[in-house]
């Protein structure tokens, strides 16, 4: 693979040393001592040789310093934020990850599963596209090779994963919109058909009946979860007989979508309208208005979710692990909470 | 590397040919027939057969089918759209990527290039952290594998190049502002030492004193370029004696910034200020207003550089390549040229 001409024999004899000494260095085995280590090394740099990896992973059968990254939409800045977590963890461990992005396409997830399987990956970590069957993990898993799905959950996988608690954020959404005096409140973006959505939705639906609502699905408008959708689900729901007031939107990206389109209207977010996003990206802060939304903060749970697989890959060990991380609703200007108070201060 | 214990005698022998034919197969060689190339696959795929292509770039000894991409903040949808249009190229040709972030560490940058080095990559495409040299591609080119520079060039380093006319682009929206009325055009954000700040400050820079107009070096301001420095530039900017009333921004990502910045002053851009980015972003069409950004099209320019790469490590010469793509702007809200065009109108 490596076409660099330098072999272990020069780095022995420029080291002074016995070539399996250069070999256990190398290996970063904890038999060479430390003076010993930095004269190898020493001359490895001089002479410019490149370790061949490949090959060494085959002759120690051991694992690979190779891992698998799957997501969605990197477009999306929350799969960017996950994926850039993910990258600081395996960067430090000493690992280097393939990257595919998906696009939403089965076949594409696919091809890209079996060309990284080939490529001698020690671990996939896989945000799954839409329409994903636990079978999909099976090459992988009969492999003896650990994975880790984030974000959306597919039922009986037997995979380790690493979700968020969608209900209990969308229920806490929900409920501040209500506290906020909101009657009329749309969840906005997002396919129905995926668990999150479908998480999401019922701590939405829970929080409406908590509060004497009646749920009206006329006010849950899907659309893709990105900015375009997010300007589409409120142009939809703007034309209802009896529009909402403010929306619990399906992710930040919708969100922005959303505060877009209600400008567009000449309608003010956070003035005007109550808009909640879910993710916490990092725009999310910068954003005028301050994006109330809430946060799972995606680079946190790309970095837990690269340390759960690196456990499993260094203990040699396949054991699924399910984790449910939790949420918080960061309440900025958006929402309209901030104004609220005011109003309720000087009413007072 | 793969666990799996299925070999290829397993398959000649469920498929009724020799193993010499399987391995003809996996190897995608033209000498085998349609048919029998059939009864070879079904096989493969009946018994869950993988095939180790590490072991077989070894055997092979030709290049491997991985490629690396280094990007400097993905979390930029400027970049994370250029990874995007690399990897449907790269998955199209049957290439899997490394793909790293360095968020402009040198360190980090020298880090993986070396592990991409060590894990076989046949070619490599990075935009480069800023302060790369061009003895950084050096253990690379040494090695005969091809490197192809985006965004950002790095003077002597005799490796293929993909680049944006940032020159021509900043003339051409700096232009634009002028001929809208603008005087006072500031240049807001960037990093005022890489070659891309410093092409676009001197298109601006030209454009206006062929204006006529003496450049007030206190109208450029750098700031990091993402959305919060575009917050931050447009905030000195406007605390200026003679303020701005319309700038050119670094890039899109502080394009948005400015917006923000300028509505929490109760300026509105669009309306009481031209803001110009440059990018050409997807999210740049869905805002409100519109962006008016030069169109760098960077999916288009990772689907042109993953090309550029495959051309290279197919042909098996290194051969630097030198390419500069014109860029154009798209002209929409946030300069204000649609109420300007109306102004005009009326009084016409």
């Known amino acids: 693979m490596t076409r660099s001409r ?16 250069v070999s256990l260095v190398l290996q970063a085995s904890p038999l060479v001592n430390e003076q010993t280590r930095a004269k190898v ?3 490895i740099r001089e002479l410019g040789y490149v370790y061949n990896r490949g090959a060494a992973n085959l002759r120690q059968t051991a694992s690979s310093k190779i891992v698998g990254i799957v997501v969605n939409d990197l477009t999306n800045s929350f799969f960017a934020e996950l994926a850039v977590g993910m990258d600081m963890v395996m960067q430090s461990a000493g690992f280097v990850q393939f990257l595919a992005n998906t ?22 970590i896989i945000s799954p596209a839409r329409g994903t069957e636990a079978a999909d993990f099976k090459p992988l898993t009969a ?14 996988a037997k995979v380790s994963s690493l979700l968020s608690d969608n209900y209990a954020g969308a229920r806490e959404a929900t409920e501040h919109l209500l506290s906020l005096g909101h009657r009329r409140i749309a969840f906005l973006g997002g396919f129905s058909d995926t668990t999150v959505a479908l998480e999401r939705v019922h701590g939405y639906r829970d929080a409406l009946v908590q509060a004497g609502i009646a749920a009206d699905d006329a006010l849950i408008v899907n659309s893709a979860p990105s900015r375009a959708g997010g300007v589409a689900a409120v142009e939809r ?17 919708v969100a922005f979508g959303v505060c877009d389109g209600l400008r567009a209207r000449g309608v003010e977010p956070g003035r005007d309208f109550g808009v909640v996003g879910f993710d916490g990206v990092i725009e999310a802060q910068a954003a005028v208005p301050a994006l109330t939304t809430v946060s799972v903060d995606p680079q946190g749970m790309g970095r837990r979710a690269a340390q759960m697989l690196l456990k499993q890959i260094n203990s040699g060990r396949v054991e699924a692990e399910a984790m449910v991380t939790s949420v918080r609703l960061a309440v900025r200007q958006s929402c309209g909470a901030a104004m609220k108070d005011m109003g309720r201060r000087n009413t007072a």
Chains 1, 2 share one sequence.
């Open 143 to 156: 492999a003896g090779i650990p994975v880790v799905i984030v974000v959306r959950n597919i039922a009986g």
């Open 103 to 124: 696009g939403e396409s089965l076949d594409r997830q696919r091809e890209v599963i079996a060309s990284m399987h080939e490529h001698g990956i020690s671990g996939l």
């Open 6 to 21: 330098v072999t272990v024999i020069d780095i022995a004899r420029a080291a002074g040393v016995s070539k399996s000494t």
């Open 41 to 43: 090394n020493a001359a």
């Open 237 to 253: 729901a703007m034309l209802l007989a009896e529009p909402p007031t403010a929306a619990l939107c399906f992710n930040d990206a």
